[in-house]
């Protein structure tokens, strides 16, 4: 059956909306809004877990391939690898030419403060080093591979999927979130590269990223391997689909979110599963895309005013025509065809003449302009200072931008708390300052007790508390397994399970090297 364009003059009832229930409230996940220090907060991300991780397969990997012509490797500790860090976010502040120019003494690079951390032949020995995995199972993988059980990410995953963990755990995203594409440069030759014409970064690797579409926080990201990344996926849902849902839970979301997407992931059938989970959506869509309304009439002419609308309601989704510079065609399960929204456009008269115009812009179209950036947000935010320099391994090329993605996210987050307490935030240009200041100048363990055991929450006493008041607000998710749960600890407020049949709060705390009490 045929449907029919309507003008934005005839009347058009929305489909009834769900009411936004996050599972947690918005915002930074603390255990207060208190002041916690720049590395309090990037070790959220990067913690002590994984730091001792990465020192210890960086060891590994280092006597593995020790040159006897060579000075013998002296194993890295946390002071080595916090050194190493500081210098490596200091070179996303200061550019200079070639890596050693950081080291050169002369005249006119004269800088002082790499040197002043590590010296530059231990910075090249780390650099050279630096791996996340075990090289012993490194082995055991590459006998596998071009089996189904090779593990192309295999080389990450001891930081991956904590570092992803970490982004989920520690800030809620607020109601209206993006998902989108992100390149991270490599030259290096591996398949994982991928190419896009569209993106500043043509080459490199493509990860998924949903963002919170106000402050630009990284909530969760998958590196795309070229294959599914959902388990036992339906492959006919198309690779567009199978993200979104990848990366869209409600049982850790919550519902009534609002996603915003490209044309890209847009098509009915997404939409509608989205809205079975409770969750809305609005995007841009191709007209080729299977469910696209086939109207009996014509849609807008090519010559059609700045302005101009047209829609179609089919089932509980909007489709809606819009007409600027070029055609715009939107997708929409929450919005009204009908509206005032206006956007001030200039436009050439007759005349030569420049001259403001207002036009009439669907909700739809406003809303989409306003909020899809989410990812953009946060790409510019990375983007001001970042920390990627140029490696042939693909692995390390992806932990400089996770380390990207953690003092993003602990800046976001300082900035939050900031407000929360009528306090003026840092700028992240001061954020990175005092950051790599603190790692350069971090030092034994006794006299930073609350850096090194698990975040700012370290050093709090952790019981379990039974909540005693019974309504459907007590009852929350538990943080590890999403099961309602009446239990929470008292120094961190995460809701656990605490039963004889389902413990998540020691292996919870564990985890997080907290100490029980």
């Known amino acids: 059956?045929?449907?029919?364009?309507?003008?934005?003059?005839?009347?058009?009832?929305?489909?009834?909306?769900?009411?936004?229930?996050?599972?947690?409230?918005?915002?930074?996940?603390?255990?207060?809004?208190?002041?916690?220090?720049?590395?309090?907060?990037?070790?959220?991300?990067?913690?002590?877990?994984?730091?001792?991780?990465?020192?210890?397969?960086?060891?590994?990997?280092?006597?593995?391939?020790?040159?006897?012509?060579?000075?013998?490797?002296?194993?890295?500790?946390?002071?080595?690898?916090?050194?190493?860090?500081?210098?490596?976010?200091?070179?996303?502040?200061?550019?200079?030419?070639?890596?050693?120019?950081?080291?050169?003494?002369?005249?006119?690079?004269?800088?002082?403060?790499?040197?002043?951390?590590?010296?530059?032949?231990?910075?090249?020995?780390?650099?050279?080093?630096?791996?996340?995995?075990?090289?012993?199972?490194?082995?055991?993988?590459?006998?596998?591979?071009?089996?189904?059980?090779?593990?192309?990410?295999?080389?990450?995953?001891?930081?991956?999927?904590?570092?992803?963990?970490?982004?989920?755990?520690?800030?809620?995203?607020?109601?209206?979130?993006?998902?989108?594409?992100?390149?991270?440069?490599?030259?290096?030759?591996?398949?994982?590269?991928?190419?896009?014409?569209?993106?500043?970064?043509?080459?490199?690797?493509?990860?998924f990223v949903l963002a919170d579409s106000t402050y630009g926080y990284t909530w969760d990201f998958f590196i795309y391997e070229g294959k599914s990344p959902v388990a036992q996926a339906d492959q006919t849902r198309g690779h567009s689909y199978e993200s979104v849902m990848a990366l869209v839970d409600e049982k850790i979301l919550g519902t009534g979110y609002k996603l915003y997407v490209d044309n890209f992931y847009t098509s009915p059938s997404l939409f509608r599963d989205l809205l079975q989970k409770g969750i809305w959506a609005c995007g841009t869509i191709r007209s080729n895309r299977v469910g696209f309304p086939q109207a009996t009439d014509n849609r807008l002419p090519r010559n059609a005013p700045r302005g101009s609308m047209r829609c179609i309601r089919k089932d509980k989704l909007l489709f809606v025509e819009w007409k600027d510079t070029r055609e715009v065609l939107m997708c929409s399960s929450f919005h009204s065809a009908n509206g005032d929204r206006t956007v001030q456009r200039r436009m050439r008269t007759r005349s030569g003449e420049w001259t403001e115009l207002t036009v009439p812009i669907p909700a739809a179209v406003a809303d989409y302009n306003k909020n899809m950036g989410g990812v953009d947000l946060s790409d510019a935010l990375i983007g001001y200072y970042t920390v990627l320099r140029n490696t042939r391994k693909w692995y390390r090329a992806l932990f400089y931008h996770f380390i990207d993605i953690a003092v993003v996210n602990a800046f976001i987050i300082h900035q939050q708390m900031a407000l929360a307490r009528n306090q003026k935030p840092k700028t992240q240009k001061e954020f990175r300052e005092a950051l790599v200041l603190e790692l350069a100048d971090w030092n034994d363990p006794a006299t930073s007790a609350r850096q090194i055991t698990g975040g700012p929450l370290g050093n709090a006493c952790h019981r379990p508390k039974f909540i005693t008041e019974i309504g459907d607000d007590s009852r929350r998710r538990c943080r590890v397994c999403h099961q309602k749960t009446l239990v929470i600890c008292q120094a961190c407020n995460a809701y656990l399970c605490f039963q004889a049949t389902r413990d998540c709060f020691n292996p919870w705390h564990d985890e997080h090297n907290f100490t029980k009490m």
């Open 1 to 207: 059956m045929s449907e029919k364009w309507h003008t934005s003059e005839e009347p058009d009832i929305p489909p009834p909306v769900t009411m936004f229930r996050p599972a947690r409230p918005p915002g930074p996940q603390l255990i207060a809004m208190e002041s916690y220090s720049a590395l309090e907060l990037f070790q959220l991300y990067l913690s002590p877990s994984v730091c001792q991780t990465i020192i210890k397969n960086s060891n590994a990997y280092a006597e593995k391939n020790q040159d006897a012509a060579r000075k013998p490797w002296q194993n890295m500790s946390v002071k080595d690898l916090y050194s190493y860090l500081s210098v490596v976010i200091y070179m996303g502040l200061v550019k200079v030419p070639a890596l050693t120019d950081y080291w050169n003494g002369s005249r006119l690079y004269r800088i002082g403060f790499p040197a002043s951390v590590i010296s530059g032949r231990k910075f090249q020995a780390i650099s050279a080093a630096l791996h996340l995995s075990d090289p012993k199972k490194d082995a055991e993988n590459m006998k596998k591979k071009g089996t189904p059980a090779y593990d192309r990410l295999g080389k990450l995953k001891p930081v991956y999927q904590q570092i992803r963990d970490a982004c989920k755990t520690f800030f809620h995203p607020h109601q209206n979130i993006a998902v989108d594409e992100r390149m991270v440069a490599s030259k290096a030759r591996i398949g994982l590269k991928q190419y896009m014409k569209e993106k500043p970064t043509k080459w490199g690797y493509k990860l």
